[in-house]
């Protein structure tokens, strides 16, 4: 199994700062990687796919990179419906997806 | 427009079962992977498994495994999600989620599970 850790478990931001979130993994998942945002109540939204590509829709504040075992999720400039739990998730070990333990984006 | 609407929330008590539904529309339900996603109350997500309607070919996750079984209906373009026997420790939120190309891209409303005597 393919083990996430995401750093940090929460991250203090105040609107209009930069978020910088990190996403680790046990083993190679070379660009096999997505972003996910939940919101409180609601069901988790796809950000980012392939590691680095933005889902439909989604705001080019929203940016990621990484590749391997090494990956970062950065919003440029949080707004207000940024605060939000983040996941990444795996998708190179079929048909084990795992799930990284979410970062919590709140407000300063 | 793709959509995936779930049934609504359930209270059971131990040891009842319980079939819990996602109704897929708007692209061809034989030709993606519907996968399940557990969240447990104020945690993250859990990988329970994923499930291709077009042939029914079933992957479990190991931690769930003998715990809950998936299905699918293609003729009425839904999956499933069941327990013979339901705990409290299986209280949560399970959500159903289309596997695209591109991960998880469509999520359903999320259904959620309450077992309590």
């Known amino acids: 199994e393919i083990v996430l850790t995401q750093s940090p478990d929460t991250l203090s931001v105040s609107p209009g700062e930069r978020a910088t979130l990190s996403c680790r993994a046990s083993?190679?998942?070379?660009?096999?990687l997505a972003w996910y945002q939940q919101k409180p109540g609601q069901a988790p939204r796809l950000l980012i796919y392939?590691?680095?590509t933005r889902a439909t829709g989604i705001p080019a504040r929203f940016s990621a990179s990484g590749s391997g075992t090494e990956f970062t999720l950065t919003i440029s400039s949080l707004q207000s419906e940024d605060f939000a739990i983040y996941y990444c998730?795996?998708?190179?070990?079929?048909?084990?997806?795992?799930f990284g333990g979410g970062t919590k984006v709140e407000i300063k | 427009e793709v959509q995936l609407v779930q049934s609504g929330a359930e209270v059971k008590k131990p040891g009842e079962s319980l079939k819990i539904s996602c109704r897929a529309s708007?692209?061809?339900?034989?030709?993606?992977?519907i996968a399940w996603v557990r969240q447990m109350p104020g945690k993250g997500l859990e990988w329970m498994g994923i499930?291709?309607?077009?042939?029914?070919?079933?992957k479990y996750s190991p931690s769930f495994e003998g715990q809950v079984t998936i299905s699918a209906d293609e003729s009425a373009t839904t999956a499933f999600l069941q327990w013979n026997s339901l705990k409290a420790s299986d209280t949560a939120i399970y959500y159903c989620?289309?596997?695209?190309?591109?991960?998880?891209?469509?999520w359903g409303q999320g259904a959620l599970v309450t077992v309590s005597s």
């Open positions: 998730q795996q998708y190179k070990n079929w048909p084990l997806f795992t």
């Open positions: 989620a289309r596997l695209g190309q591109l991960a998880l891209d469509y």
């Open positions: 392939r590691a680095s």
């Open positions: 499930i291709f309607p077009g042939d029914s070919d079933i």
């Open positions: 708007g692209y061809r339900f034989s030709s993606y992977w």
């Open positions: 083993h190679s998942v070379s660009n096999f």
